[in-house]
């Protein structure tokens, strides 16, 4: 059985930082591709990065590029999201997600595996 499980979350001041880790337990594979997700109040869910598992190839949406960086660490079998610069809008739900394959996604159906979540609270 495939578990995430998230960490880091907390209560910021604009312009902070934060990491945030998950680490995948139950894998059987070491094709896969790790994402991180947000959700803010009243609204839907929306991708904000990716890492190839194995491989240091990444994607991040618009709104977080440049500030925030995606990256693992095998040895400890962690994901993290190194947030910097943080704004009210970084706000939400932070989502850790798995997807079995090679390519990597942006949208949430084409992970297979979710974490429960960690909040994040930026106060501007």
């Known amino acids: 059985q495939v578990q995430l499980v998230e960490s880091g979350g907390g209560f910021m001041q604009a312009g902070e930082s934060l990491r945030l880790s998950c680490v995948p337990s139950?894998?059987?594979?070491?094709?896969?591709?790790m994402g991180w997700f947000r959700q803010a109040p009243g609204k839907e869910r929306e991708f904000v990065a990716t890492i190839r598992w194995g491989a240091d190839v990444t994607a991040y949406a618009d709104s977080v590029k440049g500030r925030f960086t995606i990256s693992r660490d095998n040895a400890k079998n962690t994901v993290y999201l190194q947030m910097n610069s943080l704004k009210s809008e970084d706000t939400g739900v932070y989502y850790c997600?798995?997807?079995?394959?090679?390519?990597?996604?942006?949208?949430?159906?084409?992970?297979?595996?979710w974490g429960q979540g960690t909040q994040v609270t930026v106060s501007s």
């Open positions: 997600a798995v997807r079995i394959g090679y390519g990597l996604g942006t949208m949430e159906q084409q992970y297979h595996h």
């Open positions: 139950g894998l059987t594979t070491s094709n896969y591709v």
